[in-house]
């Protein structure tokens, strides 16, 4: 099972990859556990989440729900639209397919650093914390870049996306600044010490 959901991935376009692993990090997911589990989830979220249409999600749905190898199950009997919800044909495909759990590892991850980010931000509105500090900075930054994290998806962990979002921005504004001021210090440090010579 985990070679035929391998191998339809594989054959996959690559808008279409991207695509699929939106999907498959919407419908599985960890709890405080550490167990994993499938949830229902709607196309039009889903499309909100990876920000594309609905028709390109219905595309990638429909080639992991052929008959043969439905891995994706939808409650809906014809065309599949905004509305419809579809989930994981089996919670077992988490373990099973070696991706799939490595998503949902990816996911619990990301999920964590953005949760991070938001409450450091609230305490940093409400004046009892700082900007981030340069290690956990470069990870925020790091987990943007290949996270790509949208509002939507943001908002069904916590509903601050705008307000953590900025809260990295500005950190990284900072920590810019703060580097640029020591560089100018420096250079008019050995200018004077040059000048008293």
Known sequence: MSR??????????FYQ????????????????G??????????????????????RVVEVVEI????????????????????SEIELSHESLITIWDRLHQWVDEEDESIRMYLRLSKASASYQQGKGTLLDVNVLQKAIDWKKSQKPTPAWGIQFDPAFERAMVFLSTSEEEYIWNKKRKIIQERRKR???RSLI
Not at 6 to 11: F, L, P, R
Not at 17 to 32: M, N, S
Not at 64 to 83: C, R
């Open 4 to 13: 035929d959901l391998e191998s339809i991935y594989d054959s996959l376009e």
């Open 17 to 32: 990859k991207e695509i699929c692993e939106r999907i498959f990090k919407t419908i599985a997911f960890k709890t405080g």
């Open 34 to 55: 550490q167990e994993a589990f499938g949830r229902r989830t709607s196309l039009g979220n889903i499309s909100r989440i990876a920000q594309c249409s609905v028709d």
């Open 64 to 83: 992991f729900s052929k008959t043969g190898h439905a891995f994706l199950e939808n409650q809906i009997t014809g065309s599949l639209s905004s509305e």
């Open 191 to 193: 200018i004077l010490n």
